[in-house]
């Protein structure tokens, strides 16, 4: 019969929970992820109806306590956001927690964020919709050059060059080269 050791059996035990307390470690939202701004959006009450998913209550039971208005703009406004949810994903098997989520920041009206008891749909919401990508998404950058008018093709305040690519005529050999026989 073997003999109990209680100075091994509390390192054991103290060298486990320390492992599960490391492994427990919950990481923030988008962790490492990039957050963007998707939509800045302004609703009033009727928007805030068309979101709401089911049929309002006519009736608030008594039981019921907060306000029944706070609620509907949450549910519609979270609503709103699924849709966008989504993508974003992981790239090589390499992923950020919430990556394809969407949150919802509302900021207006006041009522709404820091009164409940005080708000209702009348009032309207604004809010803010932000997604967790892995990898940022990419963005076209575009250059423009401001155009004045008038001014024509050719002339000396042109700041429109046409003229012809140089070595076209070398372009067009290569591919009637290259390119397989009918």
Not at 20 to 27: G, K, T
Not at 53 to 78: C, K, Q
Request: hydrophobic residues 35%.
């Amino acid at each position: 019969m073997k003999k109990f050791n209680l100075k091994k059996s509390i390192t054991a035990a103290l060298v486990i929970t320390g492992l599960s307390a490391s492994l427990a470690h919950a990481v923030p939202w988008c962790h490492q992820g990039t957050i963007v701004q998707i939509a800045d959006v302004n609703w009033g009450e009727s928007s805030i109806i068309a979101n709401y998913p089911g049929s309002i209550p006519a009736d608030i039971p008594p039981w019921v306590t907060g306000n029944v208005d706070m609620h509907i703009t949450f549910m519609a406004t979270h609503t709103y956001a699924s849709g966008f949810a989504g993508g974003g994903g992981g790239f090589g098997g390499y992923s950020v927690p919430g990556s394809g989520q969407v949150k919802v920041y509302a900021y207006a009206p006041y009522n709404y964020i820091t009164a409940p008891s005080l708000y209702s749909t009348a009032q309207g919401v604004q809010f803010k919709l932000k997604k967790c990508y892995t990898i940022p998404p990419m963005v076209a950058v575009k250059e423009l050059r401001e155009l004045e008018l008038p001014w024509s093709p050719g002339g000396q305040d042109n700041p429109v060059s046409v003229r012809p690519l140089e070595r076209l005529q070398e372009l067009d050999a290569y591919w009637e080269k290259t390119s397989p026989r009918r």
